[in-house]
């Protein structure tokens, strides 16, 4: 799949700011045997002083900038043509067991990126409860292939949680929309991250994009309006991540644009940083993921 994206950040404050230092995440990556980025811009106003780019631990995009000059108000931009390819999803009867995926990530040296152990503890926003591990632990019996049940945990978060948007906020925590049984994709992911990680699994965060028009046919997915989250489950060396969209209930594939991977919101989140000002502030975000058709090879001659 082709895909032009374009996502607004906007900020309106009601006082004028002296100067603000931002780190932005909304610059995506080439991700191997998932995505590559044909093209991307970003446009900020006002004019940034100061701007670096570069990538963080995840290899995700970041750019760093201030804005020193006065302003009620802050636009951040971007626009992307990225290609999607997602390998067939592999049988998840034939993974490996759950008890030899806790084994091996708890014995893994290796602290690279994409290593199993940077998935494995609490961080900032997921701390491990109880609550959550003892009711995630029913879909994780030692001898059970770990993609199953994973994809059981998933379609229990999707049948037992209500999608409603504004009732939680980037700050609430996992066991909050658990006892509410409800929430947006960031608490869905969160919840199911925390019950990973209970039962000794690694599990990431995923911030990223689906597309805006649905194939012919196909309901619109949840999320699609905005930034969405969704989790990468380790099932092991030779498989590594795979990812699952509790949200939806469906693997993460070809509708799936990735961001920024991290143990949580907070290592993601798509601006970061101090403001100088007193007063309240707005924000708006905008987001629009476009298929775009590929030109049509000519026709052999007759």
């Known amino acids: ?7 607004t950040t906007s900020y309106s404050y009601a006082g004028v700011v002296r100067a603000t230092k931002q780190v932005v995440r909304m610059s995506p990556v080439d991700r191997q045997g998932h995505q590559h980025v ?22 995700n995009g970041i750019a760093w900038m201030v804005v020193d000059a006065a302003h009620d108000r802050l636009d951040i931009s971007t626009r992307s043509r990225i290609e999607v390819s997602v390998a067939p999803l592999p049988e998840a009867e034939t993974t490996p067991t759950v008890a030899s995926i806790r084994l091996d990530a708890m ?26 591990t003892e009711w995630a632990a029913t879909s994780f019996p030692d001898e059970r292939p770990v993609l199953a049940a994973a994809l059981e945990l998933m379609h229990r978060i999707h ?13 609430t925590l996992p066991v909050e929309a658990f006892d509410a049984r409800s929430g947006v994709c960031q608490d869905f992911a969160h919840v199911m991250i925390a019950g990973l990680r209970g039962v000794g699994l690694p599990a990431r965060y995923v911030s990223g994009y689906l597309r805006t028009i649905p194939p012919e046919g196909q309901p619109r997915l949840a999320g699609a309006d905005a930034t969405h989250a969704w989790v990468e489950v380790w099932c092991g060396a030779r498989i590594g991540w795979i990812g699952l969209d509790p949200t ?25 940083g101090v403001v100088v000002s007193s007063g309240n502030q707005i924000l708006a975000v905008g987001v629009d993921v476009i298929p775009v058709e590929r030109p049509q090879a000519d026709a052999p001659a007759s």
């Open 38 to 59: 044909i093209a991307h811009v970003l446009d900020v106003t006002p004019k940034p002083s100061e701007l670096e780019r570069g990538r963080d631990f995840f290899g």
């Open 1 to 7: 799949m082709l895909y032009d994206i374009r996502q």
């Open 248 to 272: 939806n209930a469906i693997p993460a594939g070809e509708d799936h644009v990735i961001l920024a991977i991290g143990r949580d919101y907070a290592d993601v989140s798509p601006v970061d």
């Open 159 to 171: 049948d037992d949680f209500a999608y409603q948007p504004g009732t939680t906020t980037v700050t």
């Open 107 to 132: 014995a893994s040296q290796d602290l690279g990126p994409a290593s199993p152990v940077h998935g494995l503890y609490a961080s900032r926003s997921i701390p491990l409860e109880l609550t959550i």
